[in-house]
């Protein structure tokens, strides 16, 4: 009701930006108040916020990879675009707009990822997010994913990858 409230507010007084901010800034009071009740109603203590602990050794491993991540974004993302949106024309001979923006945006999207994975897992793993058990499990998927490259590449037991 409240956000029925502040959205005839408004339109007549904001601009589009300023209507978005009313919609996120009642979205957020809105979680705030379901939290808070059902907080309540769970009777929940702040000494339960220890078993939140591996939550948040996760959240800080996301924000240091997102940090590092968004740095390369910020400081190469037209570049590499521009580099890809060259290559899907001069190498690939894409003259639509759609696909060269495909091509561009993909690589783009692919060195983030390849910059955010490893400073997570590096993060988490030495954060102790990631537990022995699950590194075990890890080690042994990428050993049978090698023999299987082994065999498929034909490639004998004495020259595997």
């Known amino acids: 009701m409240a956000l029925v409230a502040a959205l005839y507010f408004g339109i007549r007084h904001f601009e589009l930006t300023g209507m978005i901010g009313i919609v996120v800034v009642a979205a957020v009071l809105e979680k705030i108040a379901s939290t808070v009740m059902i907080a309540r109603k769970l009777d929940v203590r702040a000494s339960d916020a220890m078993l939140l602990a591996g939550v948040g050794k996760t959240a800080v491993c996301a924000l240091v990879a997102g940090a590092a991540t968004w740095a390369f974004y910020y400081l190469c993302a037209v570049p590499v675009a521009?580099?890809?949106?060259?290559?899907?024309?001069n190498y690939f001979g894409f003259s639509k707009i759609s696909l060269i923006d495909l091509v561009s945006g993909s690589i783009v999207l692919g060195l983030c990822f390849a910059i955010f994975a490893p400073i997570y897992l590096a993060a988490a793993s030495y954060s102790g997010v990631i537990e022995d058990e699950e590194k075990e499990s890890i080690a042994s998927f990428v050993v049978r994913l090698r023999q299987g490259a082994a065999k498929f590449f034909g490639r004998g037991a004495e020259n595997q990858i």
């Open 82 to 89: 521009a580099f890809g949106a060259n290559l899907a024309q």
